[in-house]
């Protein structure tokens, strides 16, 4: 069956560094792909979106493009915040728009 | 509201205990999801209604778990002779048909 693998945390940076979380998925057919994110106390939030192949979504300066030839669609931002700190969720869209989910990995920025 | 709201926030039930969660979903989204998040996993997902037809139940995990929903608005996940092991945060999504999911805060569900 359809499923995402994304690289295991905690991932622990110092403020303005380079992020990279890597996402890998497996489907049938052609899902749109997601990146939600979970602050701290808060419910999940979509953070940004790809819904074919070489698409990029972006927001808040975090990008990932959606790669069919590698199956992958991996989270990137050049400068991380402290603010960002958070668990990030990749996800895949399935039968239904149901989504699928990686295990989520945990971001720790660092002053 | 304007968002998802999901009651109650939390739940503390002893094993063997019936829990009803409840979901209400964005005032004209069609599409209703549950996901559940046991600690320091992913969501996984549970049932999805179209209107108050459910065409996916494939991720309930037993025949405990079972979910309505009525007038394509309220639903409620309901689990019957709770185990500890269905200690999680149930999240509630809705959508327009094929559009974006906006999750509710969830409830953590404690069993002890």
């Known amino acids: 069956g359809d499923s995402v693998t994304q690289m295991e945390g905690p991932v622990t940076l110092s403020e303005e560094a380079f992020l990279t979380i890597n996402c890998t998925y497996t489907?049938?057919?052609?899902?749109?792909l997601f990146w939600y994110v979970q602050y701290p106390g808060e419910g999940l939030q979509l953070l940004l979106k790809?819904?074919?192949?070489?698409d990029k979504g972006s927001n808040k300066g975090f990008e990932a493009t959606y790669r069919k030839e590698t199956t992958s669609f991996h989270l990137e931002k050049g400068s991380v915040q402290v603010s960002d700190s958070a668990v990030y969720f990749c996800?895949?869209?399935?039968?239904?728009?149901?989504?699928?989910f990686g295990a989520g990995t945990r971001l720790a920025v660092h002053p | 509201g304007a968002g998802v709201s999901q009651s109650p926030s939390n739940k503390v039930t002893e094993k063997g205990k019936d829990v009803e969660l409840r979901c209400d979903p964005i005032?004209?989204?069609?599409?209703l999801y549950w996901y559940r998040q046991r600690l320091g996993q992913g969501l996984e997902f549970l049932i999805y209604?179209?209107?108050?037809?459910?065409?996916?139940k494939s991720g309930l995990p037993s025949d405990r778990f079972s979910a309505e929903r009525t007038g394509e608005s309220v639903s409620t996940l309901t689990i019957q002779r709770t185990q500890q092991e269905d200690s999680a945060v149930y999240l509630c999504?809705?959508?327009?048909?094929?559009?974006?999911?906006?999750f509710g805060p969830g409830t953590r569900l404690t069993v002890l």
């Open positions: 790809a819904t074919k192949a070489d």
């Open positions: 209604f179209q209107g108050n037809s459910a065409p996916d």
């Open positions: 999504a809705s959508s327009s048909v094929m559009g974006e999911q906006f």
């Open positions: 996800a895949l869209t399935g039968g239904y728009n149901k989504l699928i």
């Open positions: 005032s004209g989204h069609t599409a």
């Open positions: 489907a049938t057919g052609y899902p749109s």
